[in-house]
C-alpha cells in the first residue's frame, strides 16, 4: 500500500503570493491531520478532520490559512497570501483507528 | 491538561548503551502512546506504542515502559546504534478513534561510534 502522499516536496514563493499544498491519505484511512514544523515551535496541529468534517482547526495561525477535504481522500492546505513567517515543513498525516502516519511533507520557504 | 513533556532535549550515547527518553502526562482520559522517529528531511514515522493496560512493551531493541500511577511512560533503546541518531517525538490521544495525537518536543538522540 501506498503511504500518504503529499505535493509539491519543496515549494519556493514570494511574499504575498497563495500556496496550495496537497495530501493523499492512504486508503481507507478516516482521518486527516495537517501539521507544521519548525525549530522554534516543534510539531504543531493545524487542523484535523474525520470522515471529511472538519473538527478542530484552532491551531490554524490566521485567516489566511484554509484547508479543505473535498473528498475520503484527498485535502489542500492554502495559504493566502503567504508571509516569511509561513515558512516551515508541512506534514498531513492519515489516521484509523490508533495509528497515525504522516507523509513525507512539503517544505515551504516564503521569501 | 493536554501536554506532554518530554525530556531531555538532546541525549548523547554511545554505541552500545541504552538511550532512555521520558515524557509525562496530565490527562488520565489518554490511553494511547505511541513512539515516533524522525529522520533528517524524513516525516515522522511510528516506532511503537502501548496502550495502559500493559506496563512494557518490546519490540526488538525499542521498549516502552508504562507507569499508569505517575503519569510516564519512557522509551528504551538497547544497544544503541549510529543509526539510531533521529529525533524521537512521544505522544498521547484519548480513546475514541479521531482523536488528535499531542505530541512532546522531541529529543535528538546522537549515538557515537
Known amino acids: 500500500d501506498a503511504g500518504v502522499i503529499q505535493s509539491p516536496r519543496h515549494e519556493v514563493t514570494e511574499m504575498g503570493q497563495e500556496v496550495t499544498l496537497r495530501c493523499k491519505l492512504i486508503?481507507?484511512?478516516?482521518?486527516l491531520f495537517w501539521y507544521r514544523q519548525t525549530m522554534m515551535r516543534g510539531l504543531e496541529l493545524l487542523i484535523y478532520?474525520?470522515?471529511?468534517?472538519?473538527?478542530?482547526d484552532s491551531g490554524m495561525p490566521e485567516d489566511r490559512f484554509s484547508a479543505k477535504m473535498p473528498n475520503a481522500s484527498f485535502s489542500t492546505l492554502k495559504i493566502q497570501p503567504s508571509e516569511p513567517r509561513d515558512s516551515a515543513v508541512y506534514f498531513c498525516?492519515?489516521?484509523?483507528?490508533?495509528?497515525?502516519?504522516f507523509g513525507p511533507g512539503t517544505r515551504l520557504t516564503v521569501l | 491538561q493536554q501536554q506532554v513533556k518530554q525530556s531531555p532535549q538532546s541525549l548523547i550515547v554511545q554505541k552500545g548503551g541504552i538511550s532512555i527518553i521520558n515524557c509525562a502526562y496530565e490527562?488520565?482520559?489518554?490511553?494511547?502512546f505511541p513512539w515516533y522517529q524522525q529522520f533528517p528531511g524524513k516525516g515522522p514515522a511510528l516506532l511503537i506504542a502501548?496502550?495502559?493496560?500493559?506496563s512494557e512493551k518490546k519490540e526488538g531493541r525499542f521498549t516502552i515502559s508504562f507507569n499508569k500511577s505517575a503519569k510516564q511512560f519512557s522509551l528504551h533503546i538497547m544497544d544503541s546504534q549510529p543509526g539510531d541518531s533521529a529525533t524521537y517525538f512521544c505522544?498521547?490521544?484519548?480513546?475514541?478513534?479521531?482523536?488528535?495525537?499531542?505530541f512532546g518536543k522531541g529529543t535528538t538522540l546522537s549515538v557515537s561510534s
Open positions: 502501548i496502550r495502559p493496560d500493559v
Open positions: 498525516a492519515s489516521r484509523r483507528n490508533y495509528e497515525q502516519f
Open positions: 505522544a498521547a490521544s484519548k480513546g475514541q478513534a479521531g482523536t488528535a495525537l499531542i
Open positions: 486508503s481507507g484511512h478516516n482521518s
Open positions: 478532520f474525520n470522515n471529511n468534517v472538519p473538527i478542530d
Open positions: 490527562n488520565t482520559a489518554f490511553d494511547y
